[in-house]
């Protein structure tokens, strides 16, 4: 009765939606496809749906009625992030194993202990754990090994050794890693002792190389018009609908001035909505790149800040004391590469995870807690209740922070340098909760903020 409610209003229900046992109308599509094991017409059901802390995917899983055949995958449904990542775990006992992987087309699997590498691009994306991917790969060669021992005995008995190896792997005989590497960003490994930090697993994100933007089907202006064989820049930008301005065309005046408007998707379900972007000035800061976001389908809004300068030659970091209500209220600019840190709660969180914001210390605290509320029904599987345990009580304690119940340290740490808390002293001193330390960048911080290979002389060539 809500969702005929909701059409005969005519209301715009999200496209990406979280899945839900009691949802009467999950809005599967079913397509008429081919099945690959008998060529006769089977059923693909695709659902529209969003991975708690992660993105949104599409799954399929495909029926044959004729022959039994099934099969499933999953597509992120996410817009390509800017930079590619690599996670690399280590897997120490059962628990390892049975961590959920969701891995994209793009991710390439290795594990170094037996030497196996499984290249980008050879296996659709699916979501399943570091146990399945073991036994994919045992599947995968054990395929028409009769007919091989029969035809090539001696590959065959070198494929059985190996498989052993990989068997005792999955058996937890030895300790190995895992390494995953997605050029388009969009992989991910649970990590069981959220929201905490994961010691096993270790998450770093690198700029793609060129050949990596043009697999993903990313290319430049130069590359077009290379492709082209045109060396007319002029030319070749009448065929986009983006053209570059003059430089007196358009005074910093006029953009501190003016709300600019583009059109967008919702980050929550991905319906097209609106976002507002203004060019403010943070009084004893910088200038700053403002963007709000109000989703008419969902009602998901957003604000999003980005820095209007560069790189700070050193890194930040803030540790603010909570203790009162006027603790509360001070001004914070948490930039997009910002993590953030509660000893208290043994609570951490990487510069994703919110994403860059112009806010409170509350709204910081508030933003934390919703997130891991409303999306931690994630770990709410009946069948673990120690995870189930152990969100309640990190719900419960953000409640006594913002209730004065409990002292908390709010750490921010920043190492390009484009984050600011507010002071509560006068004439822009100190007082007695916050500290800031600014500090040199190791060469992983440089790495992960594309500093070492940037090229300040002779740029042109």
Sequence with gaps: MEQE?????????????NIDGDDPDPETTEIESACMNCFRSGKTRLLLTKIPFYKEVVLMSFKCDHCGFENSEIQSASEIQKKGVRIELKVKGA??????????????VSIPEVELEIPSQSQKGEITTVEGIIDRTIRGLTQDQEVRMKEHPDAASAIDAYVEKLISLKEN?????????????????????????????????????????????????????????????????????????AEDAWGIEDLHGEVLQFQTLCSQCGSPCETNMKLTNIPHFKEVVIMATVCESCGCKTNEVKSGGGIEETGIRFEVGVESKEDLTRDVLKSETCSLKIPELDCEVGPSALGGRFTTVE??????????????????????QDSKKRMEDIIEKFNKILAFELRATLVLDDPAGNSYVQSLADDDELDDKLKIQKYERTFDQNEELGLNDIKTENYQE
């Excluded at 628990?95 to 390439?108: A, G």
């Excluded at 959220?194 to 270790?202: E, F, G, K, T, V």
């Design 5 to 17: 409610k909701l059409q005969n209003k005519g209301e715009i229900k999200p496209i990406f939606r």
């Design 95 to 108: 628990e390892d194993l049975n961590r959920r992987v969701v891995r994209s087309d793009y991710t390439s």
């Design 173 to 245: 005989q030895s300790n190995f890693t895992i390494i995953l590497e997605d050029i388009s960003g969009n992989s991910f490994i649970e990590n069981p002792l959220a929201p905490s930090l994961d010691p096993n697993c270790r998450i770093s994100h690198f700029v793609r190389k060129k050949e990596d933007d043009q697999i993903l089907g990313l290319y430049t202006t130069k590359d077009i018009s290379n492709a082209d064989g045109k060396n007319d820049v002029n030319e070749t930008q009448e065929k986009h609908l983006l053209k570059p301005i």
């Design 363 to 384: 709204g910081i605290l508030v933003a934390m807690k919703d997130q891991l509320q409303n999306e931690g029904f994630f770990f709410h599987d009946s069948t673990d």
